[in-house]
């Protein structure tokens, strides 16, 4: 057999394992990415559905900033990717709220909105929340030594009124949180940054948009990429991995591996029994629904609603197949200037992954389709005017998510323990991606780009 | 080799690191970092563009070096003649 060997192997060609395929690649690594699915993108990928192209995940993009700032994550993943801010064609969101059973909070890419929301309807929590954003702005979130403390805890310190805090914590558990009801506070400034200090936007043509342009610039860089490549095992010698070996029975050697499969995943990979405590809880059930005109020719403002039935948020795994009692409510085309045909709406529900895995198959169709029913009726309460015109309708499961990514427990915010230096206790072999800290598109790609430069580029100084 | 030439390659590299940037008006006795808003991961791509393009090797503890163009001219100027 000749010999198929690598400096380095990038399992995964979601958005971390891309983007930590590019920088090695343009320091002229012999780098190959393994990825099990038959196209890219993983949690964040695209599908065709009769004719109409849609994306898996994308609500919207987090980090918004505008043309020439540097500093934030954006700017800082462009500039080492070496992708012209322009090729991104970013829109803005029009508005997004928060929306529980009594009150609702706008916000949108300028944070002055979002105080005058909070002093019109908590005037007597103005300075605190002030205080917290304050205290947001000074925290450094990306230190690799932060360890656990509580979200939950640290904000109740500035804000005193239970229902604002619970309105906090909607958007920013929902889209990023590994843990049941509370996130790591390193997490949650993460979160909060990406989602009220920067704001949201989509580049025009969805995540496909994106994809294009790191597929683009890896193979440029002469990086090899290998679809249906999935890695069944990485083979170990001492305490070095020495190469991995691929469901086909295939060997590839390579000095250093870089894992974006998740803990506990990379962990079944090296044969080692998985800590139940490491395994994330939270999946989701996404409703998508494409309509025949677009949300502005309906006159709706709103790009995502975080709606809330309650006064209190209780994220975390239901016990039952999904949870009605929330949702986002996604209006994942309705950003400024946007040129897309067709409207579309997206209705994501917290779900209980072991429940939905063990239903079978004609149950699992009708089950299904309760999703989609119940999707409709939220969106109705807020914006009856879709009503009958629907073109064409999806749901996915955790089920869905996890045959496509292969994320354990269908998982899209990975293991609640997370390893932000990215070591794991084989001394070439890496994480990057989710388990590693940070998420979402952005912070995955930045995830990517940090772990490659800090344990290949640099060599782990 | 000139330092003019050596300015020149300097400020390639750093053109293609701050992709929307103008570096026309840089002032070559101001702080790279400062002007250009560049930060740690953009001094490491200057380090590893120079190992990449012209073979030069910059240890990390001559880093600071790299602070002004003026001060990468003089530091980098021995090391393009080698
Ligand atoms: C429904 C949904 C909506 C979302 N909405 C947003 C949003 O609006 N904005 C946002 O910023 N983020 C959103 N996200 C989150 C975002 O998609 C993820 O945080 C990000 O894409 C994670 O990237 P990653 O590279 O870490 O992991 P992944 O995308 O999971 O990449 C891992 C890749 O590794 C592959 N793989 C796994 N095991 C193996 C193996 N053994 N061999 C070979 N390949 C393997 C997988 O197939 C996958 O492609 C959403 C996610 C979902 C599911």
Known sequence: MSDDSFDCVIIGAGMSGLAAGIRLAMYNNKVCILESHSIEGGLNSYYQRKGFKLDVGL???????????????????????RIPYDLFHL????QSRVAFADCSLKFTNELDILISEVEENFPSEKENFLRLVKHIQDFNELDYDNKYISAKEVVSNFIKDPLLNEMIFCPVLIYGSAWENDMDFSQFVIMFKSIFLEGFSRPQGGVRTILNLLLERFKELGGEIRFRSAVEEIKVEGNKAIGVI???GHFIRTNKILSSAGLVETQSLLGRENNPEHVGKMAFTESIVLLDKKPCEFGVEDTIIFYNQGTKYNYSCPSTLYDKSSAVLCLSNNFLEDDEQQGIYRVTNMANFEMWNQLERAHYREEKNKVLLNAKDTIKRFIPLFEGKELLNDVFTPKTVKRFTRHENGCVYGSPVKIKNGKTDIDNLFLCGTDQGFLGVVGAMLSGISMANLHVLMGGR | MQTSEVREKIADIISDIALDEDLAGLDDSQSLRDQLDLDSMDFLDIVMELKKRHKIEVPQEDYPQLATMNSCVEYLTPKFMQ
């Open chain 1, 59 to 81: 609500h919207a993009l987090t980090n918004f900033a505008p043309k020439g700032n540097k500093k934030g994550p954006l700017g800082k993943l462009l500039k080492q990717l």
């Open chain 1, 91 to 94: 829109k803005q969101q029009i």
């Open chain 1, 246 to 248: 691929l469901k086909s």
